[in-house]
């Protein structure tokens, strides 16, 4: 079993930063990869950024492409997504994901950035 907690989530302005962590426990030796999606009302759950848990690779959607940043602390069990250059179309709520023999989510984070 894998646990995902999400932070730093919160109200921000347009063209304002926010980084998010996720702290993960329990068998971690098994993920192989880490992940944050968000989800906005009435909306699907769509990707936003991965990185590997024992890589440097990263992917990103294409729309925070050059303003979010996926990073990791194996050291601390964390993930973090760093998120400069807010638009209001980031409103959502921001989840963390671990990927092992199945997927697991964190209970989310609310983001919301006002014009």
């Known amino acids: 079993q894998v646990q995902l907690v999400e932070s730093g989530g919160g109200l921000v302005q347009a063209g304002g930063s926010l980084r998010l962590s996720c702290a993960v426990s329990?068998?971690?030796?098994?993920?192989?990869?880490m992940a944050w999606f968000r989800q906005a009302p009435g909306k699907e759950r769509e990707f936003v950024a991965r990185?590997?848990?024992?890589?440097?690779?990263?992917a990103y959607a294409d729309s925070v492409k050059g303003r979010f940043t996926i990073s990791r602390d194996n050291a601390k069990n964390t993930v973090y997504l760093q998120m400069n250059s807010l638009k209001p179309e980031d409103t959502a709520t921001y989840y963390c994901?671990?990927?092992?023999?199945?997927?697991?989510w964190g209970q989310g984070t609310q983001v919301t950035v006002s014009s």
């Open positions: 994901n671990a990927r092992e023999i199945r997927d697991y």
């Open positions: 329990g068998r971690t030796f098994m993920i192989y990869a």
């Open positions: 990185v590997g848990w024992s890589s440097e690779s990263t």
